[in-house]
């Protein structure tokens, strides 16, 4: 019998679309907005500050007193898409509140050069940058400056900040991350091919520019100089590499390609 084919629920993701009013006090009201990415309804709840400092009801905030509330938003998923990870918006009610726009970056390779991020914030503040985890071995970023320096491959998280001040409240910080992918790494070297009963022996040096991702083998390729289908097998990424299932008969032209992430 054929063996049980298991079905994954989609995963999706919840962004509030509402902007944080800039000034909350007694008395005002605010309405969250938030979308998933399945489409579907999003609640809303109080998570910090509920009945002392802002209350909910109807999809609608309002605000008691002075002090922090925060809401979040959450969609549990149905059948076909698995529960979002909860988001949230913080406000401080008695302070000038502040949002920060930061634009998505877009992919990088290991060979990009450095580049200035674009974030702001409403209040017209300084925004600071700092990697996740700081450091990284992907990237690294100005604190100030905003310019990021490519150091690896993988996933570059990049969180934009803006303290508070006896005014202003924190800003929610606001967290954009980006793929670095490796390039092509350099070409090893060979230092010996031998070659007896059907299999050759390659002896290599590997490349010195592994391309920015670790180098996890070599494809080897032999090439019947008559003109023939070549051979073409994977080797494991110290030398030599051993190659099989050729005949002996014929002469080969060999090459050996890196593989890397």
Same mark, same amino acid.
């Not at 914030?121 to 700081?134: E, I, K």
């Not at 967290?175 to 092509?184: D, E, P, Q, Y």
């Not at 180098?215 to 003109?227: E, F, K, L, S, V």
């Given at each position: 019998?054929?063996?049980?084919?298991t079905?994954?629920?989609?995963?999706?993701?919840?962004?509030? #679309?509402?902007?944080?009013p800039?000034?909350?006090? !007694?008395? /005002?009201?605010?309405e *969250? &907005? %938030?979308?998933a990415?399945?489409?579907?309804?999003?609640?809303?709840?109080?998570?910090?500050?509920?009945?002392?400092?802002?209350?909910?009801?109807?999809?609608?905030?309002?605000?008691?007193?002075s002090g922090t509330c925060?809401?979040?938003?959450?969609?549990?998923?149905?059948?076909?898409?698995?529960?979002?990870?909860q988001?949230?918006? #913080?406000?401080?009610?008695?302070?000038?509140?502040? !949002?920060? /726009?930061?634009?998505? *970056? &877009? %992919?990088?390779?290991?060979?990009?050069?450095?580049?200035?991020?674009?974030?702001?914030?409403?209040?017209?503040?300084?925004?600071?940058?700092?990697?996740?985890?700081?450091?990284s071995?992907?990237?690294?970023?100005?604190?100030?400056?905003?310019?990021?320096?490519i150091?690896?491959?993988?996933?570059?998280?990049?969180t934009?900040?803006?303290?508070?001040t006896?005014?202003?409240?924190?800003?929610?910080e606001?967290?954009?991350?980006?793929?670095?992918?490796?390039?092509?790494?350099?070409?090893p070297?060979?230092?010996?091919?031998?070659?007896?009963?059907?299999?050759?022996?390659?002896g290599?040096?590997?490349?010195?520019?592994?391309?920015g991702?670790?180098?996890?083998?070599?494809?080897?390729?032999?090439?019947?100089?008559?003109?023939s289908?070549?051979?073409?097998?994977?080797?494991?990424?110290?030398?030599?590499?051993?190659?099989g299932?050729?005949?002996?008969?014929?002469?080969?032209?060999?090459?050996?390609?890196?593989?890397?992430?």
């Open positions: 019998t054929d063996p049980p084919i079905i994954t629920k989609a995963s999706q993701i919840l962004a509030f #679309t509402s902007p944080i800039s000034r909350v006090v !007694t008395g /005002t009201e605010y *969250p &907005e %938030a979308e990415t399945s489409g579907l309804d999003v609640t809303f709840s109080i998570t910090e500050g509920d009945g002392t400092v802002c209350e909910i009801d109807g999809g609608i905030v309002s605000f008691l007193s925060t809401i979040a938003a959450d969609q549990a998923g149905d059948s076909n898409y698995a529960e979002a990870t988001v949230t918006q #913080t406000l401080v009610a008695g302070k000038i509140n502040q !949002t920060i /726009t930061f634009a998505q *970056p &877009e %992919a990088k390779t290991v060979e990009s050069p450095a580049f200035r991020l674009e974030a702001s914030v409403n209040s017209g503040r300084s925004v600071t940058f700092a990697t996740s985890p700081s450091p071995t992907v990237c690294a970023v100005g604190e100030t400056s905003g310019i990021v320096n150091l690896g491959a993988g996933e570059c998280v990049i934009a900040s803006s303290p508070g006896g005014s202003y409240a924190d800003a929610p606001v967290t954009r991350s980006f793929t670095v992918s490796a390039v092509a790494p350099g070409v070297s060979l230092t010996s091919v031998s070659g007896q009963g059907g299999t050759m022996t390659i290599f040096v590997p490349p010195g520019n592994n391309g991702s670790e180098i996890t083998g070599y494809q080897a390729i032999a090439t019947p100089t008559d003109g289908d070549p051979v073409v097998q994977e080797c494991g990424p110290v030398s030599p590499c051993v190659m299932g050729l005949d002996e008969n014929l002469e080969y032209e060999v090459t050996l390609k890196p593989i890397n992430g």
